[in-house]
């Protein structure tokens, strides 16, 4: 169900230019309020409340969770929000409201009541065998009473529903979001109920041509309220949202911004880290912001050493601690230099797949059995691909010290002619940024994967490009292309020409020598050139091997095959003078629509080092020993 009016969540006004350094944030989001009032359709009468500008932090605030087991009604037709004329429903067959008979007589097609249960979080497809396949509109109930403090404000608080949620509570409509891997906020302090709330949501992830992801990926388009989901009580005036993070190029200089939301903006505001000697007082405008500038003798952040400072964030009616690292990411001609030293990122890829249990991955659990075994293979950095993970893998790669590429699912072939699909994508990264930016973990944003070379395409990703940088100067922005390879007389030249290169701080380049083309051994003649004079991630190699599948070397879907291609890239890398880091295709098995092939795939992709159970494959300790030979060794000068 597609509406014209349908709004992005945060967009709307950003037009391409992500505007959250610049001193109007505040500006941006009263209009980004604004826009929403208007735009959205409010199928109660009432006008729909807006999708709230993000609370930073929920963890470190009043929150009651939502989580557990909601009613949940399968609508593949979509009944509970359309007539059979495909017009919206606004009467009580409308689901959202959650309507009873009031007589033996009277006729409800619908009750949540009798409708089963599914957990929340989690995706619909692994919890019912019948779901495994589907795509299109679930609807979720959850029943809630709340005593709310008088004077405090409250908020819902979404990780994240893939694809399309609209939300409704107490049969009222709160509006939409759009993109099933980032987080949305609504406030509802004006319509809770002490007793009796019922929060409903539709929540549909079928594929569309113009969206983000569009209709073709190598993953499972699981469905679902697929993150927790919480109540934040918040003081009327709160601290909405913070920036306290070194300045580029520095190891000691911290800049950054507080934002106040709420009546009494203009209020003095203490930055303080306690172990650091640190208590700063700063003065917000009269838009509730101020510019946060002071220097400090930090220990700097690292894999080697995860050092976190709690910090101290107060203004005179709230208070929020944090936990934050501190550490600088800069490239210096074709090498990476963290805390100002040259650093090769010894990484691995990894898709937001549960380690043990199927499914969407999501809370600390899953994000540190999975880091724990990048961290066992001697990662210092990880490749969240295609899309922004959980909050609670970024808290954890903070406390593991590994350093994270983070992407949003600009993935193979989107609209790039589609203004709308260049908001989402925009919106997808305004929202990934607005959550993790005080991560010291987060070093790369990636703004797209495998994305054909186009006038269109390069418009496309010079925008997204020019909105991280724009939005976070600290951080480096790369994306995953791909390049052609000429043959040379009995070698081969890889030559990276991709046009959009000279716009990226560091170059990400997928390659499939030895799976998808040619054989294991080709990259022994295989050389690589740039033109470009900036560092080379390969952000993507590998093959598939079914765990416990034994053959000869030449063998497909052995493990001796994966080792042998693994053994044969490593040795070709390592010629590359400018590779600067690496993440192989891929951590584990993932499930994967496109994987068909009975016995080997069995709709998984087995290019995992890593089991779908758990089971390292050979490869997995090829890699190992390279990682423990590089951290052995001398790092550049
Ligand atoms: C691509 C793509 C991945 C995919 C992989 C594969 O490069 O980026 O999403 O899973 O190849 O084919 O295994």
């Excluded at 700063?282 to 500038?293: C, D, I, K």
């Excluded at 997928?510 to 690589?528: A, H, K, M, V």
Aim: hydrophobic content about 35%.
């Amino acid at each position: 169900m597609r509406n014209a009016v349908r709004c992005t969540a945060n967009s709307q006004f950003d037009s391409g230019t992500l505007d959250y350094t610049a001193s109007d944030h505040f500006m941006t989001n009263f209009l980004r309020w604004l826009t929403f009032a208007l735009c959205l359709p409010s199928l109660s009468g009432q006008g729909a409340a807006q999708v709230a500008p993000l609370l930073a932090n929920i963890n470190a605030r009043q929150t009651t969770s939502l989580d557990g087991q909601w009613q949940a009604i399968v609508d593949p037709y979509d009944v509970g929000a359309l007539d059979y004329r495909a017009q919206p429903l606004k009467n009580n067959s409308a689901f959202y409201k959650n309507y009873k008979p009031q007589s033996e007589s009277e006729l409800v097609e619908y009750d949540f009541d009798t409708s089963g249960q599914l957990h929340v979080p989690g995706d619909w497809n692994t919890q019912r065998e019948q779901l495994l396949f589907y795509e299109g509109s679930v609807w979720y109930k959850r029943s809630f009473d709340y005593t709310k403090s008088l004077k405090n404000r409250l908020f819902l608080h979404f990780g994240a529903c893939n694809y399309l949620a609209a939300v409704y509570l107490n049969g009222e409509e709160l509006g939409e979001h759009e993109g099933g891997f980032t987080p949305f906020d609504f406030e509802i302090t004006d319509r809770v109920r002490a007793q009796g709330n019922f929060l409903v949501l539709r929540v549909n992830n079928t594929r569309g041509r113009d969206q983000v992801p569009t209709v073709n990926t190598d993953w499972w388009n699981y469905g679902g309220i697929t993150r927790p989901v919480s109540l934040v009580e918040v003081p009327q005036t709160f601290v909405q949202d913070y920036w306290v993070q070194l300045e580029k190029g520095s190891t000691r200089q911290i800049t950054g911004w507080l934002q106040l939301n709420g009546p009494k903006l203009e209020q003095k505001v203490t930055i303080r880290i306690p172990e650091a000697g640190v208590s700063k007082t700063f003065q917000t405008n009269s838009m509730g912001r101020a510019e946060l500038s002071f220097s400090a003798d930090l220990a700097l952040w690292s894999p080697e050493n995860p050092k976190l400072y709690r910090v101290e964030i107060a203004s005179e009616t709230d208070q929020v601690i944090e936990s934050i690292g501190f550490r600088s990411i800069e490239v210096r001609r074709t090498d990476i230099l963290l805390n100002g030293k040259s650093v090769f990122l010894r990484g691995i890829s990894l898709h937001e797949e549960a380690p043990v249990h199927p499914g969407r991955a999501w809370g600390d659990d899953d994000a540190r059995t999975l880091l724990s075994w990048a961290k066992e293979l001697g990662c210092n950095f990880v490749r969240l691909a295609h899309y922004p993970h959980d909050e609670s893998m970024l808290r954890m790669a903070d406390q593991m010290g590994l350093m994270v590429w983070a992407e949003v699912p600009v993935y193979w072939t989107i609209q790039w002619e589609n203004p709308q699909t260049l908001h989402n994508a925009e919106n997808q990264l305004n929202e990934v940024i607005a959550r993790d930016h005080n991560r010291a973990a987060l070093i790369i944003y990636s703004v797209a994967n495998e994305t054909p070379v186009s006038d269109a395409r390069n418009r496309f990703l010079r925008q997204l490009i020019q909105d991280a940088h724009a939005a976070d100067a600290t951080r480096l922005v790369s994306a995953a292309l791909q390049s052609n390879q000429v043959a040379d007389g009995n070698r081969m030249t890889i030559h990276i020409t991709d046009p959009i290169a000279s716009d990226l701080d560091v170059l990400g380049n997928n390659e499939y020598i030895g799976w998808y083309t040619g054989r294991p051994e080709d990259t022994d003649s295989t050389d690589w050139i740039s033109e470009y004079g900036k560092p080379l991630i390969m952000s993507e190699f590998g093959g598939d091997a079914l765990f416990g599948y034994h053959g000869d070397a030449h063998t497909r879907w052995t493990e001796e095959y994966q080792k042998n291609l693994y053994e044969h890239q490593i040795a070709m890398l390592k010629r590359i003078p400018f590779l600067r880091g690496m993440t192989p295709w891929i951590l584990k098995d993932f499930r994967s629509p496109r994987r068909t092939l009975p016995r080997f795939e069995n709709y998984f992709n087995r290019k995992g080092l890593v089991s779908d159970r758990g089971e390292k494959k050979e490869a997995f300790f090829v890699l190992q020993k390279l990682y423990r030979e590089l951290q052995g060794a001398q790092p550049r000068k």
